[in-house]
């Protein structure tokens, strides 16, 4: 095979091509999917800046700065950023898992486009992150689109299975410690002190040590279960925290008043969002510490205001903190055909319309949208907020017909599929920040787990051929075989005819035969 370089190998000369991951390679529609996300890189047009000279003729306006920029380091390929975003939520990894295994593995490589094998990171593992933000909730439903396409052109699935679905919720968790008061109040003090400082504000005290000193005060009291000390020393910490927050907005008051008045601060800010971010910690850390504990909407995590408390009835763990999710998958096979956020947790019920809808938009490049929804009695309800789709739940089978009572007994097929997009597909704790990438993460732990699905769908389609392929070679020889035994019986039929007939007329003694003849082969 002729290479453009002699020294390096080709990675289609490198892998298996029985390999699920290689086969799937020449099967999804890369060229689409670049076609598709392509318009989200493109360089923007600048708004051009205007700027007044003059000369002999008097004065003029000359703009500048105008038009698309050439500037800039170029790209990296769509399809091996794309690809990347496959195989992390397919394999469980990290930004850096994922590009350190990338460098090693030839599958990878050759599954991203590469054409020979490359012994060096991809990107950085920050460019992963960027990527899938620039892509946004759209594009990576694009991403999800496309794994359910191939499932079809691959005839792993029918178009008509597409049309009913399960669909149920969870909680996808949040990258959160487990919110105590205490150390709430510890961590909002620490915040606040570290900000105001960064931002040019001196603070006359920041109780530092007696802060830490209650904050171990506080996880010993509740250790032993004292609760009247630990209500004392939470106490403490709201009244510390309360001083703190005082002290910076009368400093910060006086600073905006000098600074109207032609002075200037005492001290420079250490950047310039620096005032922007104290303010908002300083909204959050009232919250924090006026929040009580029957509040709604309360404050579970300084970075992540968008965290809620759910609780699904789990005695192994009443409450969950996160945002609820939706998913929807086909009755028959499992591929996920949906997955989305709902911030606020709303009642499941309320959610089915907008999941479906989103299901409705992944399958009309296909012709198919939902006509049957199998649920459980949290969805009750909202047959008229779903015209066109037949709700089907526990609550009504007195007057569901047979079919839809068999339909009814696969509804529980989605709660493993549920915990294999947790434990496998990262959905099991989200890192990323704010609801956007609640978002995201949850349309990608979906299309990870439909690129495993299609592996294995590959895989049940080899082994069936095989078998047929074996089949159809040793046909002729087993009938060969069978044709050998029906000898050796008829021969021994006549062999014990002929013993009872020389015995009877010429009292003769014949060799008697083995009542099974044994042929090797049952």
């Known amino acids: 095979m002729s290479t453009p370089d002699f020294f390096r190998a080709r990675l289609d000369g490198m892998v298996d091509p029985r390999h699920p991951l290689v086969v799937l390679t020449g099967r999804l529609p890369w060229a689409q999917i ?50 990347l975003l496959y195989l992390k939520n397919s394999f469980n990894l990290s930004d850096e898992e994922l590009v350190a295994r990338w460098s090693e593995n030839v599958v990878w490589q050759f599954f991203s486009g590469m054409a020979y094998y490359e012994p060096r990171l991809p990107c950085d593992a920050t460019q992963i992150g960027r990527f899938r933000t620039a892509l946004g909730e759209e594009g990576l439903e694009q991403l999800l689109k496309f794994t359910i396409q191939t499932a079809v052109e691959i005839k792993a699935i029918k178009p008509a299975d597409l049309e009913r679905v399960i669909v149920d919720s969870t909680v996808q968790e949040k990258a959160i410690a487990h919110p105590v008061d205490s150390r709430l109040l510890e961590i909002a003090r620490y915040k606040v002190v570290k900000a105001a400082k960064a931002a040019g504000i001196a603070l006359k005290q920041t109780f530092a040590a007696e802060g830490k000193e209650l904050r171990r005060k506080a996880g010993g009291y509740a250790h032993a ?21 005082r002290e910076v907005q009368r400093k910060q008051g006086a600073q905006a008043q ?104 992944l399958l009309q490049d296909l012709g198919r949208k939902p006509k049957q929804a199998i649920v459980d009695l949290g969805y009750r309800g909202v047959d008229a907020d779903n015209p066109g789709v037949e709700i089907i739940h526990r609550g009504k089978y007195k007057t569901l017909t047979a079919l839809q009572r068999r339909w009814l007994k696969r509804r529980q097929a989605i709660e493993p599929m549920i915990g294999h997009t947790k434990s496998d597909h990262r959905m099991d704790r989200c890192w990323l920040k704010g609801a956007l990438g609640d978002a995201l993460h949850a349309i990608s732990c979906a299309a990870g787990y439909n690129i495993r699905w299609l592996m294995r769908a590959i895989e049940a389609q080899a082994t069936k051929a095989a078998k047929a392929a074996f089949l159809a070679l040793s046909k002729p020889a087993l009938y060969g075989l069978n044709s050998a035994m029906a000898a050796l019986i008829a021969l021994r039929d006549a062999l014990s005819l002929v013993r009872i007939a020389g015995r009877a007329s010429l009292g003769l003694s014949l060799p008697t035969l083995p009542a099974r003849v044994s042929v090797g082969w049952r």
């Open 258 to 361: 000098a600074i109207a008045a032609g002075g200037a601060a005492d001290k420079e800010p250490a950047g310039a969002t620096a005032l922007g971010a104290l303010q908002t910690l300083l909204e959050r850390a009232e919250r924090i510490r006026t929040q009580q504990r029957h509040d709604k909407n309360k404050l579970y995590a300084l970075h992540a205001p968008e965290v809620e408390c759910i609780g699904k009835g789990k005695a192994r763990k009443p409450y969950e903190f996160g945002v609820k999710v939706s998913l929807a998958v086909t009755h028959k096979q499992g591929l996920m055909v949906g997955a989305r956020t709902f911030p606020g947790n709303p009642f499941d019920g309320h959610t089915l319309a907008q999941q479906l809808e989103q299901t409705t938009n």
């Open 34 to 83: 670049e076609q598709v996300l392509v318009p989200r890189f493109e360089r923007k047009a600048r708004t051009p800046g205007t700027v007044t000279t003059q000369d002999m003729l008097g004065e003029y306006a000359v703009e500048f700065g105008g038009g698309i920029g050439s500037g800039g380091r170029p790209r990296l390929p769509i399809r091996l950023m794309a690809s």
């Open 225 to 245: 279960k004292q609760f009247k000390r630990l209500k004392k020393v939470v106490k403490r910490q709201r009244t510390i925290l309360g001083v703190v927050i």
